[in-house]
Protein backbone atom coordinates (compact mmCIF):
# COMPACT_ATOMS: atom_id res chain seq x y z
CA UNK A 1 0.00 0.00 0.00
CA UNK A 2 1.31 3.15 -0.83
CA UNK A 3 1.52 6.44 0.94
CA UNK A 4 -0.89 8.20 -1.90
CA UNK A 5 -3.60 5.76 -0.77
CA UNK A 6 -6.64 6.99 0.27
CA UNK A 7 -8.41 4.95 3.39
CA UNK A 8 -11.85 5.11 4.83
CA UNK A 9 -11.42 4.50 8.20
CA UNK A 10 -14.59 3.35 10.36
CA UNK A 11 -14.70 3.21 13.76
CA UNK A 12 -16.81 0.95 15.33
CA UNK A 13 -18.78 2.44 18.23
CA UNK A 14 -18.21 -0.62 20.23
CA UNK A 15 -14.53 -0.07 19.89
CA UNK A 16 -14.77 3.54 20.95
CA UNK A 17 -16.39 2.61 24.19
CA UNK A 18 -14.22 -0.33 25.51
CA UNK A 19 -10.50 0.54 23.90
CA UNK A 20 -10.34 4.53 23.13
CA UNK A 21 -6.70 4.43 23.40
CA UNK A 22 -6.11 1.64 20.98
CA UNK A 23 -8.11 3.31 18.60
CA UNK A 24 -6.62 6.97 18.75
CA UNK A 25 -3.38 4.57 18.61
CA UNK A 26 -4.61 3.20 15.61
CA UNK A 27 -5.84 6.58 14.06
CA UNK A 28 -2.41 8.13 14.47
CA UNK A 29 -0.41 5.25 12.92
CA UNK A 30 -3.28 5.61 9.71
CA UNK A 31 -3.10 9.04 9.66
CA UNK A 32 0.80 9.52 9.67
CA UNK A 33 1.27 7.01 6.47
CA UNK A 34 -2.05 7.46 4.12
CA UNK A 35 -4.51 10.13 3.53
CA UNK A 36 -7.09 8.81 6.01
CA UNK A 37 -10.65 9.96 6.16
CA UNK A 38 -11.89 8.85 9.75
CA UNK A 39 -15.76 8.21 10.21
CA UNK A 40 -17.61 7.83 14.10
CA UNK A 41 -20.61 5.99 13.20
CA UNK A 42 -23.19 5.78 16.05
CA UNK A 43 -25.46 2.91 14.65
CA UNK A 44 -25.26 -0.36 12.49
CA UNK A 45 -27.54 2.32 9.84
CA UNK A 46 -24.82 4.90 9.54
CA UNK A 47 -21.66 2.20 9.57
CA UNK A 48 -23.55 0.49 6.63
CA UNK A 49 -23.81 4.56 4.71
CA UNK A 50 -20.20 4.70 5.34
CA UNK A 51 -19.35 1.95 3.71
CA UNK A 52 -21.70 2.52 0.67
CA UNK A 53 -20.38 6.13 0.59
CA UNK A 54 -16.64 5.20 0.47
CA UNK A 55 -15.93 5.77 -3.42
CA UNK A 56 -12.22 5.39 -4.30
CA UNK A 57 -11.23 4.92 -0.35
CA UNK A 58 -10.19 1.61 0.76
CA UNK A 59 -11.95 0.28 3.97
CA UNK A 60 -10.46 -0.21 7.29
CA UNK A 61 -12.49 -1.20 10.01
CA UNK A 62 -11.80 -0.40 14.18
CA UNK A 63 -13.45 -3.16 15.55
CA UNK A 64 -13.75 -6.69 16.59
CA UNK A 65 -15.33 -9.70 14.77
CA UNK A 66 -19.15 -8.76 14.73
CA UNK A 67 -18.06 -5.76 13.20
CA UNK A 68 -16.14 -7.24 10.45
CA UNK A 69 -18.36 -9.65 9.56
CA UNK A 70 -21.34 -6.72 8.91
CA UNK A 71 -18.47 -5.27 6.55
CA UNK A 72 -17.46 -8.29 5.13
CA UNK A 73 -21.94 -8.90 4.24
CA UNK A 74 -21.96 -5.06 2.91
CA UNK A 75 -18.66 -5.62 0.60
CA UNK A 76 -19.02 -9.32 -0.14
CA UNK A 77 -21.08 -8.38 -3.51
CA UNK A 78 -18.81 -6.51 -4.43
CA UNK A 79 -15.71 -8.56 -3.80
CA UNK A 80 -13.89 -5.30 -2.30
CA UNK A 81 -11.04 -5.98 -0.28
CA UNK A 82 -11.05 -5.34 3.49
CA UNK A 83 -8.64 -4.05 6.10
CA UNK A 84 -9.32 -5.05 10.08
CA UNK A 85 -7.45 -3.27 13.21
CA UNK A 86 -8.68 -5.30 15.92
CA UNK A 87 -10.26 -3.64 19.19
CA UNK A 88 -12.03 -5.72 21.71
CA UNK A 89 -11.21 -8.54 24.04
CA UNK A 90 -9.62 -11.25 22.78
CA UNK A 91 -12.75 -13.65 23.13
CA UNK A 92 -14.49 -11.40 20.70
CA UNK A 93 -11.68 -11.26 17.70
CA UNK A 94 -10.68 -15.05 17.24
CA UNK A 95 -12.22 -15.26 13.55
CA UNK A 96 -9.59 -12.12 13.07
CA UNK A 97 -6.52 -13.59 14.65
CA UNK A 98 -7.59 -16.86 13.03
CA UNK A 99 -7.39 -15.12 9.74
CA UNK A 100 -3.78 -14.38 10.51
CA UNK A 101 -4.56 -10.13 11.81
CA UNK A 102 -2.06 -9.40 13.72
CA UNK A 103 -2.53 -8.48 17.47
CA UNK A 104 -2.23 -4.94 18.82
CA UNK A 105 -3.45 -1.20 17.65
CA UNK A 106 -0.06 -0.72 15.79
CA UNK A 107 0.97 -3.92 14.17
CA UNK A 108 -2.90 -4.14 12.81
CA UNK A 109 -2.14 -0.55 11.65
CA UNK A 110 1.25 -1.04 10.11
CA UNK A 111 0.06 -3.97 8.22
CA UNK A 112 -3.28 -2.10 6.29
CA UNK A 113 -0.38 0.55 5.11
CA UNK A 114 2.42 -2.48 4.18
CA UNK A 115 0.35 -5.62 3.99
CA UNK A 116 -1.22 -7.63 1.23
CA UNK A 117 -4.50 -8.25 0.40
CA UNK A 118 -5.54 -12.26 0.29
CA UNK A 119 -8.30 -13.36 -1.32
CA UNK A 120 -10.73 -15.61 0.93
CA UNK A 121 -13.38 -18.07 0.01
CA UNK A 122 -16.67 -17.48 1.98
CA UNK A 123 -20.02 -19.08 2.46
CA UNK A 124 -23.52 -17.24 1.35
CA UNK A 125 -26.24 -18.59 2.61
CA UNK A 126 -29.51 -18.14 0.93
CA UNK A 127 -31.10 -15.20 3.37
CA UNK A 128 -27.33 -13.48 1.87
CA UNK A 129 -25.71 -14.32 5.62
CA UNK A 130 -21.96 -14.61 5.61
CA UNK A 131 -19.92 -18.05 6.94
CA UNK A 132 -16.16 -16.69 7.39
CA UNK A 133 -14.87 -19.14 9.18
CA UNK A 134 -16.54 -22.38 10.89
CA UNK A 135 -20.76 -23.12 10.84
CA UNK A 136 -21.71 -25.60 13.32
CA UNK A 137 -25.31 -27.00 13.00
CA UNK A 138 -27.23 -27.16 15.10
CA UNK A 139 -25.89 -24.47 17.79
CA UNK A 140 -24.01 -25.19 21.08
CA UNK A 141 -25.11 -23.37 23.68
CA UNK A 142 -22.72 -21.58 25.24
CA UNK A 143 -23.31 -21.05 29.01
CA UNK A 144 -22.29 -17.72 30.50
CA UNK A 145 -19.64 -16.95 32.50
CA UNK A 146 -19.86 -17.94 36.12
CA UNK A 147 -23.51 -19.37 35.82
CA UNK A 148 -23.91 -22.69 36.68
CA UNK A 149 -27.16 -25.01 36.59
CA UNK A 150 -30.19 -23.96 38.46
CA UNK A 151 -31.82 -25.87 41.25
CA UNK A 152 -34.81 -26.15 38.64
CA UNK A 153 -33.00 -27.73 35.97
CA UNK A 154 -31.51 -30.43 38.57
CA UNK A 155 -34.88 -31.32 39.30
CA UNK A 156 -36.02 -32.29 36.36
CA UNK A 157 -33.08 -33.99 35.27
CA UNK A 158 -33.70 -36.14 38.18
CA UNK A 159 -37.13 -36.78 37.28
CA UNK A 160 -36.63 -37.89 33.96
CA UNK A 161 -33.91 -40.36 35.06
CA UNK A 162 -36.55 -41.79 37.57
CA UNK A 163 -39.47 -42.10 34.73
CA UNK A 164 -37.28 -43.30 32.00
CA UNK A 165 -34.26 -44.74 31.14
CA UNK A 166 -31.33 -42.72 31.02
CA UNK A 167 -29.52 -42.21 27.46
CA UNK A 168 -26.59 -44.51 26.52
CA UNK A 169 -24.30 -41.09 26.23
CA UNK A 170 -25.17 -38.83 28.80
CA UNK A 171 -24.93 -35.43 28.02
CA UNK A 172 -24.73 -35.95 24.20
CA UNK A 173 -27.67 -34.52 22.42
CA UNK A 174 -28.74 -36.10 19.12
CA UNK A 175 -30.24 -34.50 16.40
CA UNK A 176 -32.48 -35.50 13.22
CA UNK A 177 -31.30 -33.69 10.27
CA UNK A 178 -31.37 -33.87 6.43
CA UNK A 179 -27.65 -32.96 4.69
CA UNK A 180 -26.88 -32.68 1.38
CA UNK A 181 -23.31 -32.02 0.13
CA UNK A 182 -23.61 -30.95 -3.73
CA UNK A 183 -26.96 -33.08 -3.90
CA UNK A 184 -25.11 -36.39 -2.52
CA UNK A 185 -26.85 -37.26 0.67
CA UNK A 186 -24.72 -37.65 3.98
CA UNK A 187 -26.76 -37.74 6.28
CA UNK A 188 -31.04 -38.15 6.92
CA UNK A 189 -33.49 -37.68 9.87
CA UNK A 190 -33.43 -41.34 10.36
CA UNK A 191 -30.16 -41.44 11.36
CA UNK A 192 -29.64 -39.07 14.35
CA UNK A 193 -26.04 -36.91 13.93
CA UNK A 194 -24.51 -35.17 16.71
CA UNK A 195 -23.65 -32.04 14.57
CA UNK A 196 -22.74 -31.37 11.05
CA UNK A 197 -19.91 -28.57 10.69
CA UNK A 198 -18.44 -26.93 7.53
CA UNK A 199 -15.89 -24.07 6.75
CA UNK A 200 -14.37 -22.50 3.90
CA UNK A 201 -11.43 -24.87 2.58
CA UNK A 202 -8.10 -23.42 2.61
CA UNK A 203 -7.57 -24.00 -1.43
CA UNK A 204 -9.14 -21.13 -3.28
CA UNK A 205 -11.11 -23.60 -5.17
CA UNK A 206 -14.42 -22.59 -4.09
CA UNK A 207 -15.47 -25.47 -1.83
CA UNK A 208 -15.99 -26.16 1.72
CA UNK A 209 -15.03 -29.14 3.79
CA UNK A 210 -18.41 -30.33 5.35
CA UNK A 211 -17.87 -33.09 8.47
CA UNK A 212 -21.18 -34.81 9.45
CA UNK A 213 -20.87 -36.20 13.19
CA UNK A 214 -23.06 -39.45 13.41
CA UNK A 215 -24.73 -40.41 17.36
CA UNK A 216 -22.65 -44.09 18.72
CA UNK A 217 -19.44 -44.37 19.72
CA UNK A 218 -17.99 -46.41 16.91
CA UNK A 219 -19.90 -44.33 14.62
CA UNK A 220 -16.92 -42.35 12.19
CA UNK A 221 -17.31 -38.89 11.10
CA UNK A 222 -18.34 -38.69 7.35
CA UNK A 223 -16.83 -35.51 5.06
CA UNK A 224 -17.32 -33.86 1.96
CA UNK A 225 -15.84 -31.85 0.00
CA UNK A 226 -18.23 -29.60 -1.93
CA UNK A 227 -19.74 -26.29 -3.64
CA UNK A 228 -23.09 -26.19 -1.69
CA UNK A 229 -24.62 -27.51 1.76
CA UNK A 230 -27.92 -28.09 2.61
CA UNK A 231 -29.19 -28.71 6.04
CA UNK A 232 -33.33 -29.17 7.09
CA UNK A 233 -35.19 -31.20 9.33
CA UNK A 234 -36.93 -30.18 12.61
CA UNK A 235 -36.71 -26.64 13.71
CA UNK A 236 -32.68 -26.48 14.66
CA UNK A 237 -30.27 -23.46 14.92
CA UNK A 238 -27.01 -23.40 14.00
CA UNK A 239 -23.63 -20.92 14.88
CA UNK A 240 -21.25 -19.76 12.30
CA UNK A 241 -17.90 -17.34 13.86
CA UNK A 242 -19.56 -17.17 17.15
CA UNK A 243 -22.94 -15.68 16.21
CA UNK A 244 -26.08 -18.05 16.57
CA UNK A 245 -28.45 -17.78 14.27
CA UNK A 246 -32.12 -19.94 14.32
CA UNK A 247 -34.67 -21.57 14.76
CA UNK A 248 -35.06 -22.35 10.85
CA UNK A 249 -36.18 -25.45 8.85
CA UNK A 250 -33.84 -25.64 5.74
CA UNK A 251 -30.44 -23.29 5.44
CA UNK A 252 -28.80 -23.62 2.30
CA UNK A 253 -24.80 -22.46 2.31
CA UNK A 254 -22.90 -21.87 -1.43
CA UNK A 255 -19.12 -20.94 -1.25
CA UNK A 256 -18.13 -18.52 -2.97
CA UNK A 257 -14.76 -18.58 -4.41
CA UNK A 258 -12.53 -15.42 -3.54
CA UNK A 259 -15.58 -13.85 -2.21
CA UNK A 260 -13.73 -11.46 0.28
CA UNK A 261 -10.53 -10.05 0.57
CA UNK A 262 -8.72 -8.95 3.64
CA UNK A 263 -5.18 -7.20 4.19
CA UNK A 264 -2.88 -9.98 5.99
CA UNK A 265 0.92 -9.70 6.55
CA UNK A 266 3.19 -10.28 3.49
CA UNK A 267 4.70 -13.58 3.33
CA UNK A 268 8.73 -13.42 3.13
CA UNK A 269 8.89 -14.05 -0.63
CA UNK A 270 6.12 -11.19 -1.62
CA UNK A 271 7.99 -8.80 0.89
CA UNK A 272 11.41 -9.36 -0.96
CA UNK A 273 9.79 -8.89 -3.90
CA UNK A 274 8.10 -5.82 -3.34
Given at each position: ?S????????V???????????????????????E??????????E??RA?????????V????D??L?????????????L??????????L??????G????????????L??????L??L????????L??????A??????????S????????????????P??P????????????G?L???V??????????????G?????V??????P??????????????????????????????????????R???W??????????????
Amino acid sequence: MSDHDQLLVIVDPVARRSDGESVRIAKDVLSAGAEAKICLPDSPEEFSRALSRRGSRRPVVLGDDRALLRAVALLHRDRAPLSLVPIGPPDALEVAHGFGVPRGAVAAARTVLDGAVRSLDLLVDDSDGVVLGELRVPAVPVPAAGTAPSVWGTCRSLVRTLVRPAPPFPGVLVHRLRVEADGVLLADVDAPVTAVTARPADTGHGTAEVTVHPSGPAAAPRRAVAGSLTVSGPDFRYRADGRTTGPVRRRTWTVRADGWGLTLPREPQDAAGS
